[in-house]
């Protein structure tokens, strides 16, 4: 019995840290009454604040392309250690694997293919790697993103604290990269009351952030469209859930590279005969060791063998998207 506690004890602790390693994505949770006991009007005015509106996947890809193939990249490295308060060198060595030894295998294996991707970059990290954010950019095809100031987590701050991190950080990274981000994911995908209404305050293009579709949609704010792009997310598309260690969990990563190549290449494969959209979430500090490496390496030739595949930035594919559904209604 206390072995049994003791490992349940031991799992709570670590959900509930959401640790350096674990990326526990944060949901709101009511800090008084128990929701079952919250009129039914507040239940679906929650439910219903940010919701999915129209699909906006065009009728065809560019040059005739049948599915668009976003890759990217959440260049966390140190962050969501410091975020959590932690000091170890250990935990610090960690992050810094992903711009010592990640960024530059992933940045040459993009570089032999010729694919675009998107990084996602807090701007912690940037201060931290401002020439593994040159690097990036000098390749050209590239494109840097919006990923919160520390790796914070957004449901947890005041409205005020939001603004003013997603200010400092949009600037932050302007000034390393020399462009402003046009579109952001939050910080372990995790979004306050408040964020969409920050997002289109500060006239970003796109959110990558949601999972209300595997389509882009456009997000609806309160019943009304806002104009900003979805290109959404998933667990399963995530290397983190695979891969990813946390030393205080009694649950430890299991799963082969190939193992998740057989799930990204049938979630490839499903997106190619829909004709839409295929986002991969990726860390340097976890892809970017050798055997995972290796792997996406086979992904991205798998992808590259068939017909009719655009690789673009998320940029790219928001823009598009949002041009086509000026001109046609799928």
Known sequence: MRIRKKLLLGLVAG????????EGRVTESPRQEPPWRWPESRVLEIA????????????QWPAGARVAVGLSFDFDNETPALRDGQTSPALMAQGEYGARAGLPRILRLLDEYQVPATFF????????????????????????GLHGWIHERNSL???EEERELMRRSLEALEQIAGRRPVGIRTP?????PATMKLIREFGLLY??????????????????PTGVVELPVEW???????????????????TTPEEVFSIWRAEFDQAYEEGTLFILTLHPHIIG????????????RHMRQRPGVWFATHEEIARYVREMSTHSTR
Do not use: C, N
Request: glycine share 4%.
């Open 188 to 192: 372990s995908w995790d979004l306050s």
């Open 157 to 159: 701050l005041s409205e």
């Open 289 to 300: 060791h050798r055997s995972r490496i290796v792997m996406l390496e086979r992904l991205i």
């Open 15 to 22: 959900l509930a840290l959401a640790g350096p390693w674990s």
């Open 48 to 59: 219903r604040r940010v919701r999915a509106g129209r699909d906006l996947t065009p009728r």
């Open 236 to 254: 399963i598309l995530d290397d983190y859930p695979y891969f990813g260690m946390d030393r205080q969990s009694a649950i430890r990563p299991h």
């Open 121 to 144: 970059i807090p701007a912690m990290s940037a201060k931290l790697y401002p020439q593994s954010v040159r690097e990036i950019l000098a390749r050209g095809r590239h494109e840097i």
């Open 207 to 224: 959110d990558s952030s949601l999972m209300a579709d595997d389509r882009p949609y456009e997000i609806v704010l309160e019943g009304a």
